[in-house]
């Protein structure tokens, strides 16, 4: 028997609707980390299915770090106007934007960083490993995969989330698809700091 206490315990966690949490916790058999994982999995269900619908509205959040020398603008777009509204939408907003201030991305995704620094980096590598003796496709598989944990440090989607670092950036928005329903896209973002 699910109790509403574990239907409410489910949803302030998840922020997910009161049915799909008694939902999710029946599927679960009361097992409320199997409830969660199967809330999350749907999240990221529903973010695929809504990929290719517009996102023609949002919000343009603004955070200024309590020492006033960083400040970050992030543009957070939905489908809906209503969704805009919505606390929760402007609460992953709100988060993004203290996300940003903290770990300083430069690109987007990873889609996004220039060729021409690549190229750098994977020369630079390159020379590293240029008198290591190993073979030239071990070297390969090294340079790429640190090309890769570059793609993670620089880029806001691909960087851990700065309160739950077991979580990346596209995870969280995800989620957030989960629980409102629609579409949600970052946009732009800029980050000053004195």
């Keep these: 028997m699910i109790t509403s206490d574990q239907v409410k315990q ?15 916790l029946e599927e679960a058999g009361g097992d409320f980390n199997k409830a969660l994982e199967l809330l999350q999995r749907r999240g990221k269900q529903i ?11 949002g919000v343009v959040e603004a955070y200024i770090h309590p020492n006033k020398k960083i400040g970050v603008l992030v543009e957070l777009n939905c489908e809906t106007d209503f969704v805009a509204k919505n606390e929760t939408f402007k609460e992953l907003a709100h ?60 880029c806001l989607l691909e960087q851990a989330f700065v309160k739950n670092p077991d979580q990346k950036i596209k995870d969280l928005v ?21």
């Design 95 to 154: 988060d993004l934007a203290m996300h940003i201030a903290a770990m300083n991305p430069l690109y987007l995704s990873p889609e996004d960083i220039p060729q021409e620094y690549l190229d750098k980096q994977k020369q630079g590598f390159g020379e590293e490993f240029q008198n290591s003796g190993k073979p030239e496709a071990v070297i390969s598989q090294i340079i790429e995969g640190k090309i890769r944990k570059i793609g993670d440090e620089i």
């Design 47 to 57: 973010a695929e299915k809504r990929a290719e619908k517009e996102t023609k509205a």
């Design 10 to 24: 489910l949803r302030d966690k998840t922020q997910s609707s009161m049915m799909e949490c008694k939902k999710a």
């Design 174 to 194: 995800s989620e957030y698809v989960g629980k409102i329903g629609e579409k949600i896209k970052v946009g732009r973002f800029i980050r000053f700091e004195l």
